[in-house]
């Protein structure tokens, strides 16, 4: 029994698929064109969960490292269980909590918002 397609086959085959892809079906191509859609909108759902839940651990995290920030400066200046801090650290542990604080905020605000590509045609 010989197994092999016969060459006029492939052929026809094709011709059919090659037809098929240059006449496509309106029904097929709007099947396409909602499933592209509805694509997006999951897609765009799953984005704003999780910006919303990256948001929640940053401000927590943002919000317990100030909370440390703050036990330590008053545990310096009511000098609470003998701690001691030189000037110098001080200065430096707020500045960079300063510093850490503004590039976290900036981060989460342009994650959450990002800036919009302008329309090509000006409007």
Request: a neutral charge.
């Amino acid at each position: 029994m010989d197994e092999s397609i016969p060459s006029g086959f492939t052929q026809q085959a094709a011709r059919v698929f090659n037809q098929q892809l240059a006449n496509p079906d309106p029904k097929t191509a709007a099947n396409l064109t909602q499933e592209m859609e509805q694509a997006r909108l999951e897609s765009y759902r799953q984005d704003t969960h999780e910006r919303r839940t990256f948001a929640r651990y940053i401000f927590w995290m943002v919000a317990l490292w100030l909370l440390g920030i703050f036990a330590v400066v008053v545990c310096r200046g009511v000098k609470a269980l003998n701690f001691e801090l030189s000037d110098t650290v001080m200065v430096a542990l707020i500045t960079t909590t300063t510093i850490n604080v503004a590039a976290f905020f900036l981060a989460v605000t342009k994650y959450l918002f990002p800036s919009k590509p302008e329309p090509a045609n000006g409007v």
